[in-house]
């Protein structure tokens, strides 16, 4: 008899651990602070008890290696941040689940280009950041420049940043970035292509555009802009800027903070990008973005799809921007948001971000970029002919997606 | 048991957790890489492709690599005479009996060596920038600077890091040579002294002889390390800019990491281990003639 009540007894209790047990989901992210992700993972488990996250923060400096590594052992989160350039490497090795059919559940939610490789979606565009034009108000004055009207196309631009460069050795017209492996494209030579309807790879991503007139242009401007410029790393420039001796830079809304702290003396502004002409081309900016996916080893998909839902809601991603002022949420919905009224200078970057640009996603974008780095470099530090020097890069980039595609 | 035996048993048993470390973390990716260094892998899935020695032969026809070798032995040729050199000047000028505060200088010297490179690399980061000391101090001395960074001129990056990396390296190999001459007999300088030689005669005759095994350890580790140098690259530069500062071992990474080839980081890692031990034997015949 005693056995009898044991062994209903102990299905009972096996029973009810079953159906408590909660459903643990990993997340691994890169802009949550402890604080923003302790709040946010609270009022999700408020509203889903049957759901414990356990949320690991990653830093920019190890947060890919760690997550390379993980792949390579088996030992994946259920939820994974990553940068929107990152995503077809990770695509391409099969190890990310297909989203595709979730897209039309989100008609909110802008900048899928940036999750999308093989005709496929591999995740969820979670946040989005750009960049936009800062110029110095003050320096516009004393070059007989209208700060009320930046400039608005390539032609303007060279101009304000000759008649800038023109108050002094160690004024400069532009701040343009080089000696990192991406700044030199990213701000803002690959954008102004795209702004120039043109790209340096086609369509299908099996041959290298270098050598096309559209991005011909864009070189030749680029090289004539920089004669006006500083060229150094993002840091500098910053810092150059924020000191008040660079007219025109391009660069994140971060800077915002940065300088109401550091520099609050200096008198600036933000805009659109230039474009090409009045006639022709757009405010093309390059397309920073964050991206939710879920690894294919997740044993939790329909759970982890969930919390994404919840992740990209304009509440959490609003919550983030007020913490983190240099990215912005992938929702729409956003816009109406009242902190953009006490932000009109962030609000220009979110407007921008409706014009960017993500990169193209090749798995070999990692070594395409440096190429195009090299490249660029090359016209604007060592003044190299333009056609040359693309003609020759060119062929090194067709190189690689041959490789790739054999 | 025998007691030979029982002894046996217990010496194994006390080796036996390095024996587990060094087989699991040590041995095996040791071994692992090799293997991986003859097939395609990217790391991320398990697919794994036989390729004989197709990697070794694409490094010696990248590019990149070959800059990388280049720009490698560059610092090394570049660094190490001068750690060494000042390393046994203030060596030599620490082992003076009638210098006051030695184990001041000591540590002072030595105090590099005990902070984390990345953390040094990011001080000398701020340093080299566009508004940082060296610009400063160079305005304030009335030489017109550029407002960019040292490290992003494809002209100065590459000296700037080595500049660093002499300063950050050479306390700790200045503490060995000084041990080194600590170690020399007083007997002997006394002895020729009493025949009558001179301060040249006694450096050349007895303290650079005897201190040579010192030397020749110090050249060695220094020649490794200098080989090997990644965090420096990786926290100040990336390579950057045009591949001026790009070295084997951060090539290597760029290469398994970013680009997913972990075969051809395999590969690199391999040729790299070659060179050195090529090199470090050449040393060993050179320095240890006469030891």
């Known amino acids: 008899m005693f056995k009898k009540v044991l062994i209903v007894f102990i299905a009972i209790l096996m029973v009810v651990t079953v159906c408590s047990a909660k459903t643990k989901l990993l997340f691994w992210e890169f802009m949550m602070d402890d604080d923003t992700a302790n709040k946010v993972i609270e009022d999700y488990e408020a509203l889903n008890p049957d759901v414990e996250i356990e949320f690991v923060q990653l830093s920019w400096a190890t947060g890919f290696d760690k997550i390379v590594t993980a792949f390579a052992a088996g030992a994946v989160p259920d939820v994974l941040e990553l940068g929107n350039t990152w995503v077809a490497n990770f695509a391409n090795e099969g190890v990310l689940t297909d989203i595709s059919n979730e897209v039309e559940k989100f008609p909110h939610i802008v900048g899928w280009n940036q999750s999308e490789y093989d005709g496929k979606h591999w995740g969820y565009p979670w946040l989005l950041g750009t960049r936009a034009m800062f110029y110095n108000m003050d320096l516009f004055i004393k070059a007989g420049l209208d700060p009320e009207n930046p400039p608005e196309t390539w032609d303007e631009l060279v101009d304000a940043a000759k008649k800038i460069h023109a108050l002094g050795d160690d004024i400069y017209g532009f701040g343009m970035g080089t000696g990192e492996p991406q700044t030199p494209w990213q701000e803002w030579f690959l954008p102004a292509v795209w702004g120039n309807d043109g790209n340096i790879l086609s369509e299908d991503m099996k041959t290298a555009t270098m050598d096309s007139e559209a991005v011909l242009e864009a070189a030749r401007m680029y090289q004539e802009l920089s004669e006006y410029s500083i060229k150094t790393k993002s840091r500098d420039l910053r810092a150059v800027f924020g000191s008040g001796k660079i007219g025109l830079w391009i660069g994140q809304a971060d800077a915002i903070t940065n300088f109401s702290t550091t520099y609050p003396d200096t008198n600036y502004m933000v805009c659109f990008v230039p474009k090409p002409s009045n006639d022709k081309g757009f405010h093309a900016s390059f397309a920073g973005g964050e991206i939710l996916t879920i690894p294919n080893a997740s044993k939790n998909k329909e759970e982890a799809k969930k919390f994404i839902e919840y992740l990209i809601s304009e509440e959490v991603t609003m919550n983030i921007t007020k913490r983190v002022p240099s990215i912005f949420p992938s929702t729409s919905k956003a816009s109406e948001n009242p902190w953009f009224e006490d932000h009109p200078l962030e609000y220009i970057f979110f407007l921008q971000n409706a014009l960017a640009v993500p990169a193209p996603q090749h798995p070999k974008w990692v070594d395409i970029q440096y190429k195009l780095s090299e490249a660029i470099e090359s016209i604007v530090l060592d003044y190299t002919d333009v056609e040359e020097t693309f003609n020759k890069y060119n062929r090194q980039i067709q190189t690689i997606l041959d490789d790739f595609n054999n | ?291």
Do not use: C
Request: charged letters at 15%; a positive charge; aromatic letters at 16%.
């Open chain 2, 1 to 291: 048991m025998k007691r030979k035996t029982r002894q046996r048993w217990f010496l194994f048993a006390f080796l036996s957790p390095w024996l587990i470390l060094f087989a699991v973390f040590g041995l095996y990716p040791i071994l692992f890489s090799f293997a991986v260094s003859f097939t395609q892998y990217s790391g991320i899935n398990p697919n794994m492709k036989f390729v004989g020695l197709e990697n070794y032969i694409k490094a010696f026809q990248d590019e990149v690599f070959l800059i990388a070798l280049k720009n490698t032995f560059f610092f090394v040729v570049g660094t190490i005479p001068f750690t060494t050199g000042i390393a046994l000047l203030i060596a030599i000028l620490l082992n003076n009996k009638r210098l006051k505060g030695k184990d001041f200088f000591k540590s002072a010297f030595f105090l590099p060596s005990v902070i984390s490179m990345v953390v040094i690399s990011m001080i000398w980061t701020y340093m080299y920038s566009s508004n940082g000391l060296f610009n400063t101090l160079g305005s304030l001395m009335g030489f017109t600077m550029e407002d960019r960074s040292w490290l992003a001129s494809t002209k100065t990056a590459l000296p700037a890091i080595m500049f660093m990396d002499v300063w950050a390296a050479f306390g700790y190999y200045v503490i060995l040579i000084f041990a080194g001459l600590q170690s020399i007999p007083e007997q002997l300088y006394e002895a020729a002294r009493i025949d009558g030689a001179g301060s040249f005669r006694i450096a050349t005759k007895i303290t650079l002889p005897l201190l040579k095994p010192t030397l020749f350890f110090v050249i060695a580790i220094n020649t490794i390390r200098s080989f090997q140098i990644f965090s420096e690259i990786y926290t100040m530069t990336g390579g950057g800019p045009r591949n001026s500062t790009q070295t084997i071992v951060h090539y290597l990474y760029e290469v398994s990491f970013r680009k997913f080839e972990m075969g051809y980081g395999s590969a690199i890692a391999y040729i790299l281990l070659m060179i050195i031990m090529i090199i470090t034997l050449i040393q060993k015949r050179v320095l240890r003639k006469e030891v």
